[in-house]
Protein backbone atom coordinates (compact mmCIF):
# COMPACT_ATOMS: atom_id res chain seq x y z
CA UNK A 1 0.00 0.00 0.00
CA UNK A 2 1.46 3.30 -0.84
CA UNK A 3 1.86 5.37 2.20
CA UNK A 4 0.94 9.23 2.17
CA UNK A 5 2.84 12.64 3.76
CA UNK A 6 0.53 12.87 6.46
CA UNK A 7 -0.74 16.53 5.99
CA UNK A 8 -2.45 19.27 8.76
CA UNK A 9 -6.01 18.88 9.09
CA UNK A 10 -8.49 22.07 9.26
CA UNK A 11 -10.17 22.22 12.09
CA UNK A 12 -12.72 25.07 13.08
CA UNK A 13 -13.63 25.72 16.93
CA UNK A 14 -16.41 27.17 18.87
CA UNK A 15 -15.01 28.53 22.52
CA UNK A 16 -18.67 27.49 24.40
CA UNK A 17 -18.60 30.60 26.55
CA UNK A 18 -21.81 32.22 28.24
CA UNK A 19 -24.21 33.48 25.36
CA UNK A 20 -24.65 36.85 24.01
CA UNK A 21 -28.58 37.43 23.19
CA UNK A 22 -29.27 40.98 20.70
CA UNK A 23 -31.76 43.62 21.36
CA UNK A 24 -34.27 43.84 18.83
CA UNK A 25 -34.45 47.33 19.28
CA UNK A 26 -30.80 47.61 18.58
CA UNK A 27 -30.95 50.78 15.86
CA UNK A 28 -27.21 50.50 15.67
CA UNK A 29 -26.64 54.02 15.56
CA UNK A 30 -24.55 54.01 18.71
CA UNK A 31 -21.11 51.83 18.28
CA UNK A 32 -20.12 49.80 21.03
CA UNK A 33 -16.58 50.48 20.79
CA UNK A 34 -16.57 53.92 22.74
CA UNK A 35 -12.68 54.01 22.79
CA UNK A 36 -12.01 53.91 18.94
CA UNK A 37 -11.98 56.41 16.84
CA UNK A 38 -15.28 57.08 14.84
CA UNK A 39 -13.54 58.42 11.62
CA UNK A 40 -10.30 57.41 10.10
CA UNK A 41 -6.95 59.44 10.06
CA UNK A 42 -6.74 61.20 6.27
CA UNK A 43 -3.31 61.21 6.77
CA UNK A 44 -2.73 57.23 7.15
CA UNK A 45 -2.06 54.99 4.48
CA UNK A 46 -4.79 52.81 5.53
CA UNK A 47 -6.99 55.86 5.26
CA UNK A 48 -9.33 54.35 2.60
CA UNK A 49 -9.39 50.81 3.82
CA UNK A 50 -10.13 52.13 7.24
CA UNK A 51 -12.93 54.23 6.19
CA UNK A 52 -14.25 51.29 3.79
CA UNK A 53 -14.60 49.14 7.05
CA UNK A 54 -16.22 51.60 9.04
CA UNK A 55 -18.69 52.18 6.58
CA UNK A 56 -19.45 48.37 5.66
CA UNK A 57 -19.05 46.89 8.67
CA UNK A 58 -19.03 49.60 12.05
CA UNK A 59 -21.87 51.68 10.92
CA UNK A 60 -23.97 49.09 9.37
CA UNK A 61 -23.52 46.25 11.60
CA UNK A 62 -21.63 47.30 14.82
CA UNK A 63 -18.71 45.15 13.86
CA UNK A 64 -15.21 45.91 14.59
CA UNK A 65 -12.96 44.41 11.61
CA UNK A 66 -9.33 44.10 13.22
CA UNK A 67 -6.88 43.27 10.28
CA UNK A 68 -3.93 45.01 12.48
CA UNK A 69 -3.30 41.29 14.75
CA UNK A 70 -3.78 42.53 18.11
CA UNK A 71 -2.10 40.58 20.83
CA UNK A 72 -4.57 40.70 23.20
CA UNK A 73 -7.27 39.10 21.07
CA UNK A 74 -4.52 36.16 19.85
CA UNK A 75 -4.05 33.26 21.26
CA UNK A 76 -0.30 33.28 22.92
CA UNK A 77 -0.36 29.26 22.45
CA UNK A 78 0.59 29.51 19.36
CA UNK A 79 3.34 31.31 17.21
CA UNK A 80 1.08 33.82 14.88
CA UNK A 81 2.12 36.61 12.68
CA UNK A 82 0.19 39.59 11.03
CA UNK A 83 -2.07 39.16 8.04
CA UNK A 84 -0.35 40.65 4.85
CA UNK A 85 -2.51 44.34 4.37
CA UNK A 86 -3.19 43.48 0.54
CA UNK A 87 -4.89 40.10 1.54
CA UNK A 88 -6.48 41.69 4.30
CA UNK A 89 -8.28 43.93 2.42
CA UNK A 90 -9.28 41.57 -0.32
CA UNK A 91 -10.14 39.27 2.16
CA UNK A 92 -12.32 41.95 4.35
CA UNK A 93 -13.84 42.59 0.87
CA UNK A 94 -14.88 38.63 0.03
CA UNK A 95 -16.28 38.54 3.74
CA UNK A 96 -18.84 41.50 2.55
CA UNK A 97 -19.16 40.40 -0.21
CA UNK A 98 -19.74 36.35 -0.16
CA UNK A 99 -20.93 36.38 3.59
CA UNK A 100 -22.89 39.23 4.73
CA UNK A 101 -24.09 40.22 1.51
CA UNK A 102 -24.90 36.46 0.33
CA UNK A 103 -27.04 36.49 4.15
CA UNK A 104 -28.98 40.08 3.11
CA UNK A 105 -29.63 38.98 -0.37
CA UNK A 106 -31.44 35.51 1.26
CA UNK A 107 -33.09 36.94 4.37
CA UNK A 108 -31.88 40.94 4.73
CA UNK A 109 -29.34 42.31 6.92
CA UNK A 110 -31.37 42.35 10.36
CA UNK A 111 -30.35 38.92 11.12
CA UNK A 112 -26.50 39.74 10.62
CA UNK A 113 -27.24 42.97 12.27
CA UNK A 114 -28.85 41.13 15.65
CA UNK A 115 -26.75 38.19 15.83
CA UNK A 116 -23.47 38.66 13.89
CA UNK A 117 -20.29 38.80 15.40
CA UNK A 118 -19.22 41.92 16.79
CA UNK A 119 -15.78 41.63 16.34
CA UNK A 120 -13.76 39.93 12.81
CA UNK A 121 -10.30 39.59 13.83
CA UNK A 122 -7.94 38.50 11.55
CA UNK A 123 -4.15 36.37 11.29
CA UNK A 124 -1.79 35.80 8.54
CA UNK A 125 -0.78 32.56 9.69
CA UNK A 126 -2.42 29.20 10.66
CA UNK A 127 -2.58 28.01 14.91
CA UNK A 128 -0.92 24.52 14.04
CA UNK A 129 -1.33 21.93 16.98
CA UNK A 130 1.87 19.70 16.20
CA UNK A 131 0.88 17.19 18.95
CA UNK A 132 -2.65 16.26 17.19
CA UNK A 133 -1.52 17.34 12.92
CA UNK A 134 -3.88 19.64 12.92
CA UNK A 135 -4.18 23.19 12.39
CA UNK A 136 -6.82 25.61 13.69
CA UNK A 137 -8.92 27.85 10.59
CA UNK A 138 -11.32 29.65 12.81
CA UNK A 139 -12.63 30.26 16.07
CA UNK A 140 -15.74 31.85 17.17
CA UNK A 141 -15.91 33.16 21.09
CA UNK A 142 -18.87 33.90 22.84
CA UNK A 143 -21.18 34.24 19.89
CA UNK A 144 -19.24 37.83 19.77
CA UNK A 145 -15.75 37.27 18.21
CA UNK A 146 -14.77 35.02 15.11
CA UNK A 147 -11.09 34.99 13.76
CA UNK A 148 -9.97 33.78 10.41
CA UNK A 149 -6.12 32.33 10.03
CA UNK A 150 -4.36 32.00 7.24
CA UNK A 151 -4.62 35.07 5.73
CA UNK A 152 -1.43 35.33 4.14
CA UNK A 153 -1.63 32.15 2.24
CA UNK A 154 -5.11 33.15 0.50
CA UNK A 155 -4.87 32.53 -3.29
CA UNK A 156 -7.89 34.45 -4.75
CA UNK A 157 -7.20 32.24 -8.13
CA UNK A 158 -8.02 29.07 -6.57
CA UNK A 159 -11.60 28.57 -5.29
CA UNK A 160 -11.32 25.39 -3.77
CA UNK A 161 -8.54 26.52 -1.60
CA UNK A 162 -10.44 30.04 -0.73
CA UNK A 163 -13.55 27.77 0.17
CA UNK A 164 -11.47 25.44 2.17
CA UNK A 165 -10.16 27.94 4.29
CA UNK A 166 -12.32 30.90 4.62
CA UNK A 167 -15.41 30.57 3.10
CA UNK A 168 -16.65 27.57 4.70
CA UNK A 169 -14.90 28.74 8.21
CA UNK A 170 -17.25 31.30 8.14
CA UNK A 171 -20.57 29.71 7.80
CA UNK A 172 -19.23 27.17 10.21
CA UNK A 173 -18.40 29.93 12.70
CA UNK A 174 -21.81 31.60 11.96
CA UNK A 175 -23.86 28.65 12.81
CA UNK A 176 -21.65 28.06 16.28
CA UNK A 177 -23.19 31.67 16.78
CA UNK A 178 -25.98 30.87 15.79
CA UNK A 179 -27.13 27.94 18.01
CA UNK A 180 -25.23 29.36 20.75
CA UNK A 181 -28.39 31.97 21.24
CA UNK A 182 -31.55 29.14 19.79
CA UNK A 183 -30.49 25.43 20.28
CA UNK A 184 -30.87 23.12 17.74
CA UNK A 185 -32.95 19.57 18.26
CA UNK A 186 -31.75 17.32 20.36
CA UNK A 187 -32.50 14.57 17.81
CA UNK A 188 -29.55 15.68 15.89
CA UNK A 189 -27.09 15.15 19.11
CA UNK A 190 -28.76 11.27 19.50
CA UNK A 191 -28.04 10.33 15.49
CA UNK A 192 -24.14 9.38 15.79
CA UNK A 193 -24.50 9.08 19.62
CA UNK A 194 -21.61 6.57 20.71
CA UNK A 195 -19.32 7.39 17.39
CA UNK A 196 -18.06 10.99 18.75
CA UNK A 197 -14.19 11.08 19.31
CA UNK A 198 -13.13 14.40 20.77
CA UNK A 199 -9.26 12.94 21.06
CA UNK A 200 -8.70 11.25 18.15
CA UNK A 201 -10.65 12.78 15.24
CA UNK A 202 -7.70 14.33 13.75
CA UNK A 203 -6.45 10.45 12.67
CA UNK A 204 -9.80 9.32 11.79
CA UNK A 205 -10.33 9.45 7.55
CA UNK A 206 -12.54 11.70 6.47
CA UNK A 207 -14.25 8.24 4.11
CA UNK A 208 -14.61 6.30 7.24
CA UNK A 209 -16.29 9.24 8.84
CA UNK A 210 -18.93 9.70 6.12
CA UNK A 211 -19.90 5.96 6.69
CA UNK A 212 -20.64 6.81 10.10
CA UNK A 213 -22.88 9.64 9.10
CA UNK A 214 -20.33 12.52 9.38
CA UNK A 215 -19.95 15.12 6.70
CA UNK A 216 -15.92 15.13 7.56
CA UNK A 217 -13.60 13.76 10.14
CA UNK A 218 -13.92 17.09 12.44
CA UNK A 219 -17.78 16.44 12.45
CA UNK A 220 -16.98 13.34 14.40
CA UNK A 221 -14.90 15.12 17.46
CA UNK A 222 -18.37 16.32 19.23
CA UNK A 223 -21.87 16.85 18.20
CA UNK A 224 -21.81 20.46 18.25
CA UNK A 225 -18.83 20.71 15.42
CA UNK A 226 -20.82 18.14 13.84
CA UNK A 227 -23.75 20.26 13.22
CA UNK A 228 -21.65 23.58 11.99
CA UNK A 229 -19.79 21.13 9.36
CA UNK A 230 -23.43 20.12 8.25
CA UNK A 231 -24.50 23.45 7.67
CA UNK A 232 -21.20 24.88 6.69
CA UNK A 233 -20.28 22.36 4.33
CA UNK A 234 -24.14 21.73 2.73
CA UNK A 235 -23.85 25.96 2.01
CA UNK A 236 -20.54 25.93 0.48
CA UNK A 237 -19.59 22.97 -1.42
CA UNK A 238 -20.61 22.38 -5.11
CA UNK A 239 -23.08 19.52 -5.71
CA UNK A 240 -20.74 17.58 -7.17
CA UNK A 241 -18.32 17.08 -4.16
CA UNK A 242 -21.25 17.30 -2.04
CA UNK A 243 -22.86 14.24 -3.96
CA UNK A 244 -19.28 12.39 -3.79
CA UNK A 245 -19.38 12.25 -0.10
CA UNK A 246 -22.21 10.72 -0.14
CA UNK A 247 -21.60 8.35 -2.57
CA UNK A 248 -18.84 7.54 0.01
CA UNK A 249 -21.56 7.36 2.62
CA UNK A 250 -22.77 4.31 1.13
CA UNK A 251 -19.49 2.39 1.17
CA UNK A 252 -17.33 0.47 3.22
CA UNK A 253 -14.12 1.34 4.43
CA UNK A 254 -10.91 -0.66 5.60
CA UNK A 255 -9.13 1.33 7.46
CA UNK A 256 -5.73 -1.64 8.39
CA UNK A 257 -5.24 -3.68 11.12
CA UNK A 258 -3.77 -0.83 13.70
CA UNK A 259 -7.19 0.54 15.68
CA UNK A 260 -5.53 3.67 16.42
CA UNK A 261 -4.56 5.31 13.66
CA UNK A 262 -8.00 5.19 10.68
CA UNK A 263 -5.64 8.00 8.39
CA UNK A 264 -6.30 5.68 5.77
CA UNK A 265 -8.75 4.19 4.42
CA UNK A 266 -9.79 2.10 1.09
CA UNK A 267 -12.97 0.73 0.08
CA UNK A 268 -12.32 -0.99 -2.95
CA UNK A 269 -9.65 -3.97 -3.71
CA UNK A 270 -8.30 -6.64 -5.32
CA UNK A 271 -6.02 -9.50 -4.95
CA UNK A 272 -2.12 -9.07 -6.17
CA UNK A 273 -2.92 -13.22 -6.96
CA UNK A 274 -6.32 -13.50 -8.11
CA UNK A 275 -6.00 -17.74 -7.71
CA UNK A 276 -4.36 -16.81 -4.01
CA UNK A 277 -7.25 -14.53 -3.25
CA UNK A 278 -8.00 -14.91 0.72
CA UNK A 279 -4.24 -16.05 1.33
CA UNK A 280 -2.65 -13.44 -0.75
CA UNK A 281 -2.43 -9.94 0.47
CA UNK A 282 -4.95 -6.95 -0.97
CA UNK A 283 -4.22 -3.89 -2.94
CA UNK A 284 -6.51 -0.96 -2.86
CA UNK A 285 -7.95 0.70 -5.44
CA UNK A 286 -9.64 3.53 -3.93
CA UNK A 287 -8.34 5.46 -0.77
CA UNK A 288 -9.84 8.58 0.35
CA UNK A 289 -7.19 11.26 0.72
CA UNK A 290 -7.27 14.93 1.85
CA UNK A 291 -5.00 16.41 -0.26
CA UNK A 292 -5.32 20.39 1.63
CA UNK A 293 -7.11 21.52 -1.55
CA UNK A 294 -10.42 21.47 -0.97
CA UNK A 295 -11.98 18.58 -2.90
CA UNK A 296 -13.07 15.74 -2.37
CA UNK A 297 -10.81 13.18 -3.28
CA UNK A 298 -9.94 9.32 -3.51
CA UNK A 299 -6.93 7.75 -5.09
CA UNK A 300 -5.77 4.79 -6.75
CA UNK A 301 -2.94 2.81 -6.13
CA UNK A 302 -1.40 4.39 -9.09
CA UNK A 303 -1.31 7.61 -7.58
CA UNK A 304 -4.18 9.50 -9.84
CA UNK A 305 -6.75 11.35 -7.84
CA UNK A 306 -10.12 11.40 -8.75
CA UNK A 307 -13.31 14.00 -7.47
CA UNK A 308 -16.24 13.02 -9.69
CA UNK A 309 -18.33 10.08 -9.45
CA UNK A 310 -18.56 9.45 -13.02
CA UNK A 311 -14.86 9.15 -13.52
CA UNK A 312 -14.60 6.70 -10.37
CA UNK A 313 -17.30 4.61 -11.65
CA UNK A 314 -15.28 4.54 -14.91
CA UNK A 315 -12.39 3.48 -13.37
CA UNK A 316 -14.06 0.94 -11.58
CA UNK A 317 -14.77 -0.64 -15.05
CA UNK A 318 -11.77 -0.29 -16.38
CA UNK A 319 -10.26 -2.24 -13.57
CA UNK A 320 -12.37 -4.81 -13.69
CA UNK A 321 -12.21 -5.55 -17.35
CA UNK A 322 -8.51 -5.33 -17.57
CA UNK A 323 -8.08 -7.75 -14.00
CA UNK A 324 -10.74 -9.90 -15.24
CA UNK A 325 -14.67 -9.76 -14.19
CA UNK A 326 -16.02 -9.53 -11.00
CA UNK A 327 -12.33 -9.35 -9.35
CA UNK A 328 -12.64 -5.79 -7.87
CA UNK A 329 -14.32 -6.02 -4.50
CA UNK A 330 -15.79 -3.76 -2.50
CA UNK A 331 -15.16 -3.32 1.66
CA UNK A 332 -18.14 -5.11 3.34
CA UNK A 333 -20.16 -2.36 5.04
CA UNK A 334 -20.05 -3.82 8.69
CA UNK A 335 -20.35 -0.75 10.91
CA UNK A 336 -24.11 -1.50 11.00
CA UNK A 337 -24.81 2.68 10.02
CA UNK A 338 -26.41 3.84 7.05
CA UNK A 339 -23.62 6.95 6.53
CA UNK A 340 -25.93 8.88 3.92
CA UNK A 341 -29.70 8.60 5.49
CA UNK A 342 -27.70 9.81 8.62
CA UNK A 343 -25.74 12.91 6.72
CA UNK A 344 -29.01 13.32 5.14
CA UNK A 345 -31.68 13.38 8.33
CA UNK A 346 -28.52 16.18 9.93
CA UNK A 347 -28.86 18.48 6.76
CA UNK A 348 -32.80 18.20 7.34
CA UNK A 349 -33.02 19.08 10.69
CA UNK A 350 -30.41 21.85 9.98
CA UNK A 351 -32.28 23.21 7.68
CA UNK A 352 -35.88 23.45 9.37
CA UNK A 353 -33.68 24.79 12.38
CA UNK A 354 -32.23 27.54 10.35
CA UNK A 355 -35.87 28.30 8.48
CA UNK A 356 -37.80 28.30 11.63
CA UNK A 357 -35.57 30.07 14.07
CA UNK A 358 -33.69 32.32 11.75
CA UNK A 359 -36.25 32.69 8.72
CA UNK A 360 -33.07 31.38 6.72
CA UNK A 361 -33.78 28.93 4.09
CA UNK A 362 -30.75 27.30 3.85
CA UNK A 363 -30.88 25.69 -0.12
CA UNK A 364 -31.49 29.47 -1.43
CA UNK A 365 -28.15 30.78 0.91
CA UNK A 366 -26.24 27.80 -0.79
CA UNK A 367 -27.36 28.87 -4.17
CA UNK A 368 -26.58 32.59 -3.24
CA UNK A 369 -23.25 31.68 -1.75
CA UNK A 370 -21.89 29.33 -4.31
CA UNK A 371 -22.89 31.82 -7.17
CA UNK A 372 -21.10 34.54 -5.20
CA UNK A 373 -18.10 32.56 -4.20
CA UNK A 374 -17.29 31.25 -7.46
CA UNK A 375 -18.16 34.29 -9.41
CA UNK A 376 -16.19 37.70 -7.90
CA UNK A 377 -14.56 39.94 -9.96
CA UNK A 378 -11.88 41.60 -7.14
CA UNK A 379 -10.94 44.46 -9.42
CA UNK A 380 -14.41 45.27 -9.13
CA UNK A 381 -14.41 44.33 -5.44
CA UNK A 382 -11.24 46.38 -4.78
CA UNK A 383 -12.68 49.86 -6.52
CA UNK A 384 -14.78 50.48 -3.04
CA UNK A 385 -11.89 50.84 -1.73
CA UNK A 386 -9.69 52.52 -4.14
CA UNK A 387 -12.72 55.17 -5.05
CA UNK A 388 -12.65 56.83 -1.80
CA UNK A 389 -11.15 60.32 -1.96
Known sequence: MIKFKSLFIPMVVAAMTPMFTACNDDDFKETIFPDVPTEADPSSKTYQFDTWLNRNFRDVY????????????????????????????????????????????????????????????????????????????????????????????????????????????????????????????????????????????????????????????????????????????????????????????????YSGEDENDESSAYCYYYYANAAAKEKDTKTYTLQYVSLGDGHVSLQDNTGRVYNKIEDIENYLTRLNLQLGEDMVFEVVDEDKVDGRAIILEKLQIARDWLLEQWNVDIDKLREEVQTRQNNFDITALRSQITDIE
Not at 90 to 105: H, M, N, P
Request: hydrophobic fraction near 35%; include cysteine.
Open 62 to 253: NLDFKYKMADVEADKNYNLVPAEYQKAVDLALLVKYTWFDAYKAVCGDLLLKQNGPRMLHLIGSSAHNATEGTEVLGLAEGGIKITLFKVNGMDLNDSYRMNEYYFRTMHHELTHILHQKKSYPTRFNELSNGHYDSSNWGKRNSGLCTSLGYITNYASSEYREDFAETVANYVTRTPEDYDLLLWCADRGW
